[in-house]
């Protein structure tokens, strides 16, 4: 990125040197930080929409084909074992995902279906939805426009108010310069990102969107 990097903030490349350092000194297994962090979001929803942490709630997942990915998987089973109705749609086959990644969708796929991310779709029944954006989160790359598509559809389609929550940022942005990466990025009612927040949290449109930087450990 060019200009200078807020002082409270950490870039992409910044952010995985320290939690390669953090592994490499045997403090801490990637397996670990993956859990940490789902665990992260799910207390920072507990705070922010107590309501939306209830059992029966609707949530829907979605799960990208990196570690970000497999935030999404912890975050769906600490849901499920909330007593959340849990609908997880995924990126890519299992076998393929990172080692951290494959080992949550490994446990996730025990307790639930995953569905391709192509056929995502939200309950039609006016009811309220929480949706987790665990797609690309510091890793994104353009354009993702493609890939976005399905879930435009079915937020279209949901009658519901649905309640999107972004792990890292939301799908659409860079993380390090804040550009777009689509012609339209998800949206998000809340960000929750780790350990410091990104260059992209603070630059508009991000910096108005609700953030929480949520400790993992490092």
């Known amino acids: 990125m060019s200009g200078a990097v807020p002082a409270d903030c950490l870039t992409s490349a910044q952010m995985r040197a320290v939690e390669r350092a953090a592994m490499a000194s045997g403090a801490v297994t990637g397996r670990t930080l993956m859990e940490r962090a789902g665990r992260g979001v799910v207390e920072a929803l507990r705070a922010r929409r107590s309501d939306l942490v209830v059992p029966g709630q609707r949530a829907v997942v979605l799960c990208g084909p990196g570690n970000n990915g497999g935030d999404g998987y912890v975050i769906a089973r600490l849901l499920r ?25 490994e446990v996730w796929r025990e307790l639930g279906e995953i569905a391709s991310l192509e056929v995502v779709a939200l309950p ?95």
């Open 81 to 105: 074992e909330a007593g959340l109705d849990v609908g997880v749609f995924g990126m890519g086959a299992i076998p393929d995902l990172p080692p951290d990644a494959r080992a949550n969708a």
């Open 124 to 218: 039609a029944d006016g009811a309220p939805v929480l949706v987790i954006d665990s797609l690309f989160g510091i890793g994104q790359r353009g354009p993702l426009d493609d890939v976005l598509a399905p879930v435009h559809r079915a937020v279209g389609r949901c009658r519901g108010a649905v309640f999107m929550v972004a792990v890292d940022v939301p799908t659409g942005y860079d993380a390090d310069a804040g550009t777009m990466l689509a012609a339209q990025p998800l949206s998000a009612d809340l960000i929750v990102t780790f350990h410091r927040a990104k260059p992209a949290h603070r630059m508009p449109p991000l910096a108005d969107t609700a953030l929480v930087v949520a400790g993992i450990g490092l």
